[in-house]
């Protein structure tokens, strides 16, 4: 059985490799590819509906896609590209760029470069040299949505039938923070907390508030910097939430699997009906405010045999606001119908 499962680990990473692998192809066939950064960031260039033309830095180890500006584009061309043109380059952009361009641009940039720092280097070790910490937590089973491919399926139906706990308890949640906080201690510059794993956190709003201000009271003790994360499926937003974010600057991932016929095909609440015009009428608050941790929430799209089009998704999701996109392909077993296997990763178009 350990052999069985190793072999099946290594054959659910080759898969998704050749499906990221395709998702770069598809997007190169689609888009104008305007640059490659290092190895792993490209520059593409599109045409918008308006006319005009959309850049966009594609990040090919994550899927991550963002929207950026002409003049952003340069920057990060500046800040990823070859060295030993840094001044010829800063001159072009001063001299075809308003100043006030240039000032957002360089803020944006200063924004986004701190999560690709973590996305192009390896992942931290355990010791002095260690950049990073990340914490994933499931802290809570309940959800309002019955996604078929959810990978929790299995222990919310155990929850169900009340063979393990539905919610994580506050306790043990905030003595695993402490355990990494003090282990990490002058061995991390950074933790990253995600305690939203498992459901919808909105249904248990509160304690996700707990959970900030005991990550907030760790921070001061340690002197290490802790970020906490929220993952949502955009179903269970309130007036109070939204406003608790703005005043907060909640960092935030909404799931969102591409244009309504799409998203609905798979994302459904337990009655069966699609999600997606509950999330779609949060999204103008959210993408339109003008606090930073809302406005660059992050779209993410699960990618399936029955939806193998990671161009029209990037492009909606884009559409709609979100100035970073993530899109990654299902994790599921390979004998389902809408998983990645042989026969249907070369479905992706």
């Known amino acids: 059985m350990f052999s069985s499962s190793i072999g099946y680990g290594v054959n659910q990473i080759i898969r998704k490799l050749k499906a990221q692998k395709k998702i770069l192809r598809n997007l190169r066939e689609g888009w104008v590819e305007a640059g490659t950064l290092r190895k792993d960031f490209h520059l593409f260039k599109a045409p918008a509906t308006n006319g005009n033309t959309r850049h966009f830095l594609y990040h090919s180890l994550s899927c991550r896609c963002i929207s950026v500006t002409p003049c952003e584009s340069e920057f990060f061309r500046l800040s990823l590209g070859e060295k030993g043109k840094s001044n010829s380059l800063i001159n072009d952009i001063i001299r075809r760029y308003a100043m006030d361009e ?10 986004l470069t701190e999560q690709f720092q973590a996305l192009s280097t390896p992942p931290p070790q355990i010791g002095p040299t260690a950049q990073k910490c990340e914490l994933m937590m499931y802290g809570n089973l309940e959800c309002n949505l019955k996604c078929p491919y959810c990978n929790s399926l299995k222990a919310r139906s155990k929850a169900d039938k009340g063979e393990v706990q ?13 355990f990494i906080a003090e282990r990490m201690a002058g061995r991390a510059g950074q933790i990253s907390v995600n305690f939203s794993l498992g459901g ?89 405010s003008e606090c930073p941790g809302l406005s660059h929430t992050v779209g993410g799209a699960v990618l399936t045999a029955l939806n193998p089009h990671p161009r029209e998704v990037y492009q909606h999701l884009i559409e709609l606001g979100f100035l970073m996109v993530v899109v990654t392909p299902v994790r599921d077993r390979p004998d389902r119908e809408w998983s990645l296997n042989v026969n249907t990763v070369s479905s992706f178009k």
């Open 166 to 178: 539905r919610l994580m308890p506050m306790k043990t949640a905030r003595r695993s923070v402490r």
């Open 200 to 288: 919808e956190p909105l249904l248990s709003f509160d304690r996700y508030r707990q959970m900030r201000d005991y990550c907030k009271e760790i921070e001061n003790e340690t002197g290490i910097p802790i970020t906490l994360s929220l993952n949502t499926n955009g179903t269970a937003f309130t007036t109070e939430f939204l406003e608790y974010c703005e005043t907060n600057g909640v960092a935030m991932a909404i799931s969102i699997d591409g244009p309504r016929e799409i998203h609905n095909s798979m994302r459904v609440f337990k009655t069966g009906k699609g999600s997606y015009d509950a999330i779609a009428e949060n999204l103008p608050r959210v993408l339109g």
């Open 102 to 111: 240039v000032e957002t641009a360089i803020q944006n940039h200063r924004i």
